[in-house]
Nanobody, 127 residues
Framework: QVQLVESGGGLVQAEGSLRLSCAAS?????MGWFRQAPGKEREFVAT????????YYADSVKGRFTISGDNAKNTVYLQMNSLKPEDTAVYYC???????????????????????WGQGTQVTVSS
């Protein structure tokens, strides 16, 4: 098991920026961010695979969000720029640690591919 602690959420105006952080209790194979808006399914946002450094983004955030990590601190960041009201959601950090479901891949975008979840942090973007 990997414990995850998120921070950095808050209220921001449209076109503003926020940076989310997620500290893991130990090294994971991959880490990602998902989000869930009221009444909607939890959806994939971004992911990073530690061994290769490969990153992948949802189309809705590509070019605006950047995922990065600090190996030494087992911490992943999500820099969010040009925020829109539709980005409003609870953002969840997730980690994939062995043993995990499915074969190794270059990157992971499905909820079931992650077996550790943070408590979530609220991001609210006002228009």
């Amino acid at each position: 098991q990997v414990q995850l602690v998120e921070s950095g959420g808050g209220l921001v105006q449209a076109e503003g920026s926020l940076r989310l952080s997620c500290a893991a209790s130990r090294r994971a194979d991959a880490m990602g961010w998902f989000r869930q808006a009221p009444g909607k399914e939890r959806e994939f946002v971004a992911t990073i695979t530690w061994s290769s450094g490969v990153t992948y983004y949802a189309d809705s955030v590509k070019g605006r969000f950047t995922i990065s990590g600090d190996n030494a601190k087992n911490t992943v960041y999500l820099q969010m720029n040009s925020l829109k009201p539709e980005d409003t959601a609870v953002y969840y950090c997730a980690a994939r640690s062995s043993p995990a479901y499915g074969s190794p891949k270059n990157f992971y975008t499905k909820k079931y591919e992650y077996n550790n979840w943070g408590q979530g942090t609220q991001v609210t973007v006002s228009s």
